[in-house]
């Protein structure tokens, strides 16, 4: 499944089509965290140096001696400036060989970038279930008065406009099914699937986390499946949420 979704991905890549391209490589970095090809692909349809420096970063987490994601991440964590140089499209795989890397004596001093790595996914791990847990007792609440809540939210008037965040531990996807597969395994009660599917999609920049009260404009609803589109004042991105997250 992870090549499947790394073979479309770097195709959707080579044609052009960057969005649909970081959509199915954050597919395949979910199914295959531990894949440094997947994360050099994804490395070449960053939109910001943040998300290079997390591409980076993985890559050294994964092959700590690949000398060429060294040398751009040193320069992308010490200037700035952008880099012009990046890795090269035509062949990430062959680029960056999966060599077994040599027997470290255990005593050895952690990079400071895997243990910075660790800690951001320690970080955002505990985050993802916060979320779980906040988005599985919306669902369990919503399908025990299913019934009422169809004629409120029918009453309601979700124009497009501003409105504003109502709760904690909403998040939003650009891709709506992606953002219903993740539903889905809440859902499901599939606490570990939700996690790892938001944390990849936050990893990739597919997924973000909303702040409650914040202010979020309306750009289309699918009121019969219960979701909204909105994207956050002063951003031009859009993501998918429930309808339940804005007022």
């Known amino acids: 499944m992870a090549e499947d979704y790394l073979t479309q991905g770097i195709a959707a890549a080579k044609a052009g089509n960057k969005q649909n391209a970081r959509i199915l490589l954050a597919k395949a970095i979910r199914s295959a965290p531990n894949d440094e090809r997947t994360w050099g692909w994804f490395y070449t349809v960053c939109e910001n140096d943040k998300e290079r420096i997390k591409c980076l970063g993985e890559i050294l987490r994964i092959n700590p001696n690949h ?28 680029s960056m060989p999966r060599q077994p890397l040599p027997s470290l004596p255990q005593k050895r001093k952690k990079s400071s970038t895997s243990i910075l790595s660790l800690i951001l996914a320690l970080i955002l791990i505990c985050v993802c279930g916060l979320v779980y847990n906040s988005f599985s007792n919306r669902s369990t609440q919503s399908s ?104």
């Open 67 to 94: 000398k060429q994601a060294r040398t751009l991440y040193d320069n992308l964590t010490r200037t700035p400036m952008p880099i012009l140089e990046v890795l090269p499209q035509n062949s990430p795989s062959k």
């Open 144 to 247: 025990q008065s299913s019934q009422p809540n169809q004629s409120n939210q029918s009453d309601q008037s979700y124009k497009p406009g501003i409105h504003r965040i109502s709760g904690n531990n909403w998040f939003g996807c650009t891709d709506r099914e992606y953002f219903k597969e993740i539903v889905g395994y809440a859902v499901d009660q599939d606490n570990q699937a939700f996690q790892q599917a938001l944390a990849a999609g936050i990893y990739s920049g597919i997924c973000i986390l909303f702040n409650n009260g914040e202010t979020v404009y309306l750009t289309d609803t699918a009121i019969f499946s219960g979701l909204v589109r909105i994207r956050r004042q002063g951003e031009t991105q859009e993501y998918w949420t429930n309808i339940e997250a804005i007022k």
